[in-house]
């Protein structure tokens, strides 16, 4: 037990053995996500160090393996003089005692707090080795670490450095996370977002991994970010510039940049973060924002007399559309929630809020153009809710009539009437249909053949959705209504199964099917209820044994497989074209039968839902191939096939 630095403010600190006994407690998990938050733990120190006015430069390195990193910036680089109490240098007190450095408890340092900035100490204790160096006072040192223990100790590697600055590289601990390989363009990603969060900050990232090579700034911050993400998101603006503020010395010091821009969107895209760290839950810097658009927009609308009478105009309907980034700088943000990541600061909603209103209102009335074009924005989404909501009703009142009196027409059902066991097999065309109708059991499984047009619900209403036949057939087929209507309570199969061509078409109405799917029945995916059916593209004859691979890469592993156990066996090999060319007992045998099929389910890891959240909007309207990659890495396997 010690103290901080100054030793003004005494705080109790632990050794590491409870970071390796409970990681979850300080990552969030060790999945994915966890893994990639060691890099974001401590790459937040480093734009700490930038934020604070020390450093311009970060340089982030993806080691060949995949699975290391090095993380440079050109600060001040970690103290490395004796610690007055545990006489140990400065910075292995800070890489081996949890919530040792003033730095993360210092009210003179604005830092992510929260679940970030628990420390490099946690990275270090999860880690199967990290080198720290420093460069300082002319000298260049180091000092190796292992699962967060010291194998050397500090040492002076040079007696010359030039410049200044830290340097982390760490490999994380296999025995510790589910996976080790780090996500590239997950990487790039975020670190490409820091740059936009902070205006000044320049990061480079080399991937050896691929040879690629960025260079990441962006002067004119969250301005630029904002038109950045309506560009990608395909969001056409419904006034010229945005409302932009940045507010200064607003109370206790915090200080807050908000950009908004009204588009045709049919939905509302709020991005939040404190310090530059996303908060994907939201919370009370987001909460004050949305009160701020909602009484600024109204009371504009209500002294230029724009507000109809015979409209009920709500706070949604003045959102929607808008696309918006807040980011908020604090000193001592607090955090609740699951994977704390909403930010819980109670003085925070009004302190935003009422700088914002403000700000908001006087633009408004000095480009009274855009005030207009905004009123007329909010005017038609209000009609377009009143619209989808009778809609949406419409629907559900058909589907609930009976349980089976209102189902489309070319579903072939199943007869069983309990939903745990009933399963949904919407398939792409008539003739697959047909093989899947032949293939099937019958008393559970239920066949939805799609033929026309699937609309793409990313960029249309729910009044719009509903006209769309296909998808209205899912709706009615479901049962359980759609929207605000949704009830789970009523879904007809607890498992819908999307079954395609394995081919770039049959992955793009998947594609459109789950992006309305995520947009307007939700829960449904979150409940687990969405699976994507796996069939093969290859059917492998060999030695009087039959093997299905579901892509090339399979083939080969197959094919190679065979011919280790014996070299001359002969392999006879037939490329499906279609599911509709599958004899009904071989789609059976492979994709339907629940003993031998593959499938996947479709989730929304609660730690990557910010990603999807964006990738959702910022891929549709995008290429083919991007969206493909979206869902593929978004589906967790279910059960394996042993060929
Ligand atoms: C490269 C990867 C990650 C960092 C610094 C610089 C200082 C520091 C870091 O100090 C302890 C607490 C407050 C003084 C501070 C250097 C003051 C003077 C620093 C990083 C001692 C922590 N000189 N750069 N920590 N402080 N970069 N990059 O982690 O009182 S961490």
């Known amino acids: 037990m010690s103290e901080t630095y100054t030793g003004k403010n005494i705080q109790v600190l632990e050794g590491l053995e409870p970071v390796r006994k409970r990681p979850g407690m300080y990552i969030g998990g060790t999945g994915k996500p966890g893994l990639h938050h060691l890099l974001w733990e401590i790459v937040d120190n480093a734009v700490d160090e930038a934020t604070n006015g020390y450093a311009t430069q970060i340089d982030v390195t993806l080691h060949k393996d995949g699975r290391s990193i090095t993380v440079t910036d050109n600060g001040r680089g970690i103290p490395v003089d004796e610690h007055p109490i545990k006489k140990l240098p400065a910075i292995e007190v800070i890489l081996t005692t949890l919530h040792a450095g003033g730095k993360f408890d210092s009210s003179n340092y604005i830092t992510s707090g929260g679940l970030h900035g628990v420390g490099a100490s946690v990275v270090n204790a999860l880690s199967e080795e990290l080198v720290a160096t420093v460069k300082r006072d002319g000298a260049t040192w180091e000092q190796r670490y292992e699962r967060g223990k010291p194998v050397t100790k500090l040492k002076k590697v040079s007696a010359s450095s030039r410049g200044t600055g830290t340097s982390i590289f760490f490999r994380p601990d296999a025995d510790i996370f589910e996976t080790v390989d780090f996500d590239g363009t997950l990487i790039g990603e975020n670190l490409e977002t820091k740059t936009y969060l902070n205006g000044a900050l320049r990061i480079a990232f080399r991937n050896e991994v691929t040879g690629e090579r960025h260079e990441f700034h962006h002067e004119g911050g969250i301005e630029e970010f904002l038109s950045h993400k309506m560009k990608v998101a395909g969001a056409r603006p419904v006034h010229p510039d945005p409302f932009v503020l940045r507010q200064e010395s607003m109370q206790d010091g915090a200080r807050v940049e908000v950009s908004l821009h009204w588009t045709e969107s049919p939905r509302e895209s709020l991005f939040s973060y404190v310090n530059g760290i996303p908060t994907p839950d939201g919370g009370t810097h987001e909460q004050g924002l949305k009160d701020a658009i909602r009484s600024a927009v109204r009371s504009y609308m209500d002294t230029h007399d724009l507000l109809p009478k015979k409209l009920e105009i709500s706070a949604e309907d003045i959102r929607e559309g808008v696309m918006g980034i807040v980011n908020l700088f604090m000193v001592d943000p607090q955090f609740q ?153 009523q879904l007809r199969y607890h498992k819908v199964i999307l079954l395609m061509d394995a081919d770039s078409d049959g992955h793009h109405i998947s594609t459109l099917l789950l992006t309305f799917l995520y947009r307007y029945m939700k829960p449904l995916i979150e409940e687990g209820f969405v699976f994507i059916a796996q069939p093969p593209l290859y059917r492998i004859d060999a030695a009087k044994q039959t093997y299905w691979a579901l892509d090339d890469e399979d083939r080969e592993r197959i094919t190679k497989e065979i011919q280790k156990k014996n070299r001359n066996t002969k392999i006879e090999l037939q490329r499906f074209k279609g599911l509709g060319e599958m004899m009904p007992q071989t789609l059976k045998d492979t994709t339907l039968d629940p003993a031998k099929r593959r499938l996947l389910q479709v989730s929304i890891p609660d730690a990557e839902r910010f990603v999807t959240e964006q990738t959702i909007s910022e891929l549709m309207g995008k290429d083919a191939s991007a969206r493909f990659d979206f869902i593929m890495n978004n589906v967790d396997e279910v059960q394996d096939l042993d060929v």
């Open 337 to 489: 929630g699951q994977t704390k990541e909403k930010l819980n600061n109670p003085e925070i909603k009004s302190i935003v809020s009422g700088s914002v209103r403000i700000e908001l209102e006087q633009f408004l009335n000095r480009h009274p153009s855009t005030g207009e074009a905004i009123a007329t924005r909010v005017i038609q989404s209000a009609k377009a809710r009143h619209a989808s909501r009778a809609a949406a009703n419409s629907v559900r009142r058909k589907s609930n009539v009976s349980h089976r009196l209102n189902l489309p027409g070319k579903l072939a059902d199943c007869s069983s009437t309990s939903p745990e066991e009933s399963e949904l097999f919407i398939v792409e065309g008539d003739s697959a249909g047909g093989s899947a109708k032949q293939g099937r059991d019958r008393t559970t499984q239920a066949i939805l053949p799609l033929r026309g047009k699937v609309l793409n619900a990313e960029q249309a209403t729910l009044k719009k959705v509903m006209e769309n036949k296909e998808l209205s057939n899912v709706v009615q087929a479901l049962g359980c209504g759609v929207g605000d209507q949704l009830d789970l309570g």
